[in-house]
């Protein structure tokens, strides 16, 4: 049997695109904060920041013998990609919105699965620090060198939402936090492509203008995330 060509792929029919149903998150209104608030918070940004290609040890990470942390904002954090395609991470305030943030990574999801079947991943998105007339916030950064586990796997790039993404999102968006495969739509895969993901709640501290760590909290009382930390952190820096 012959190998199926690109036109073949292309003349196939491709299954419908779901009606979206996420929404805008809504708008957030900057807090008065007291004198003694700020002055802990300039303490705080004046703590160095760990590069990110170190190990980083456990007495950084949030207390999670309890199950709960007690600062920080509750994310959703997917990851999603075709087996031998890219990974892409997309941040949801809750799952009934519209991605807050996507980066595709030059990481296959494959080699990503290699390496959670191994234990903790920690991923490391990091840039260089700008002037201060071109400052823009963290997350608005629009290209990132990454690292898996102390290895330099390649770049991340921020882009808008595709359709392709918010299919996922609105797939998912009775789900919480979970693993497994959806359907595929792209037409490089083919219609019988499978979308593998992993999806989970994450806390996300903003510990400066240029530091930010997203730590997946594990249900469960998972005892290795206990003893260890979060099986899954995330963290963006600018140094």
Known sequence: MGATSTEEILDKPQPPKLSISLIEPPKKHKKHRSKPFRTFQNI???????????KFPNDVLPDTTNGSTHTGIRVTG???????????????????????LVVELDMQFNALKKEMSIGTVRIAFECEKRVEKDKRKLL??????????????????KREANDEDLNVMELL?????????????SCIEGVDGEMAYMRGHFQHFVGSKDSETLYMLCPYGNTNATRNGPELSIFFVRI
Not at 45 to 54: A, D, G, M
Not at 78 to 100: D, H, I, M
């Open 44 to 54: 705080w940004r004046s703590i160095p920041i760990i590069s990110p290609i170190c």
């Open 78 to 100: 997917t990851l999603f990609g075709y087996r031998k395609g890219r990974v892409s991470l997309a941040l949801q305030e809750n799952p009934g919105f519209l991605p807050s």
């Open 140 to 157: 608005e950064e629009p290209i990132w060198s990454v690292f898996c586990n102390g290895n330099k796997i390649g770049y991340g790039v």
């Open 173 to 185: 968006k009775n789900m919480s936090m979970g693993a497994g495969v959806l359907p595929g739509i």
